[in-house]
Antibody, heavy 119, light 115 residues
Framework: EVQLVESGGGLVQPGGSLRLSCAASGFTVSSNYVSWVRQAPGKGLEWVSVIYSAGNTYYADSVKGRFTISRDNSKNTLYLQMNSLKPEDTAVYYC?????????????WGQGTLVTVSS | DIVMTQSPDSLAVSLGERATINCKSSQSVFYRSNNKNYLAWYQQKPGQPPKLLIYWASTRESGVPDRFSGSGSGTDFTLTISSLQAEDVAVYYCQQYYSTPPSITFGQGTRLEIK
């Protein structure tokens, strides 16, 4: 059974950094496409980043240059390093695995971790 | 960037009646080389992550009830719930995955309630 468990969220000041983790089970992160998607409180969904099985990474313009997606194959875990955080980065961050036979259809989701950027 | 616009923003339908949600993309998400529309639909209930319902515009995800169906091509798409059940109360999002370089954009969401 595919499971995704996010952690690492919390309260951080503007300009600060945070690293989110997504522990995966039931599949191999290095052989799959895994994304981060966020949702500001009471708002809609916003895609953040994806890492392909080959290691290619892609980002939304809103986070490019500030966020870095990576994975640790030995831990079967996905990460999102978030730097230069802004109040508008406040959101629940979900990791999601590809489904539907293509990289950017998100067939499996974790429960999310809340990031609050505030002074 | 491809902008996805859903209509209506909210919808109230009686139990057992049909619910229809529309999604329009700012440019075509149809890829001629494989004859596929790069469009998915998700359902999100309060306090839960989104759940994939439909991909390739009309392919139902495994385990999704057949009262959910997707249609459309190019820039105009529809999610239809043929007979609304109480458990279908949720926010529904469309999503394109056509962009190059790879990226995703979601519609703003449509809130579905019971009338």
């Amino acid at each position: 059974e595919v499971q995704l468990v996010e952690s690492g969220g919390g309260l951080v000041q503007p300009g600060g950094s945070l690293r989110l983790s997504c522990a995966a089970s039931g599949f191999t992160v290095s052989s799959n496409y895994v994304s981060w998607v966020r949702q500001a409180p009471g708002k809609g969904l916003e895609w953040v980043s994806v890492i392909y099985s080959a290691g290619n990474t892609y980002y939304a313009d809103s986070v490019k240059g500030r966020f870095t997606i990576s994975r640790d194959n030995s831990k079967n875990t996905l990460y999102l390093q978030m730097n230069s955080l802004k109040p508008e980065d406040t959101a629940v961050y979900y990791c999601a695995k590809a489904g539907g036979g293509t990289a950017l259809v998100l067939g499996y989701w974790g429960q999310g971790t809340l990031v609050t950027v505030s002074s | 960037d491809i902008v996805m616009t859903q209509s209506p923003d909210s919808l109230a339908v009686s139990l057992g009646e049909r619910a229809t949600i529309n999604c329009k993309s700012s440019q075509s998400v149809f890829y001629r080389s494989n004859n596929k529309n790069y469009l998915a639909w998700y359902q999100q209930k309060p306090g839960q992550p989104p759940k994939l319902l439909i991909y390739w515009a009309s392919t139902r995800e495994s385990g999704v009830p057949d009262r959910f169906s997707g249609s459309g091509s190019g820039t105009d798409f529809t999610l239809t719930i043929s007979s609304l059940q109480a458990e279908d109360v949720a926010v529904y999002y469309c999503q394109q995955y056509y962009s190059t370089p790879p990226s995703i954009t979601f519609g703003q969401g449509t809130r579905l309630e019971i009338k």
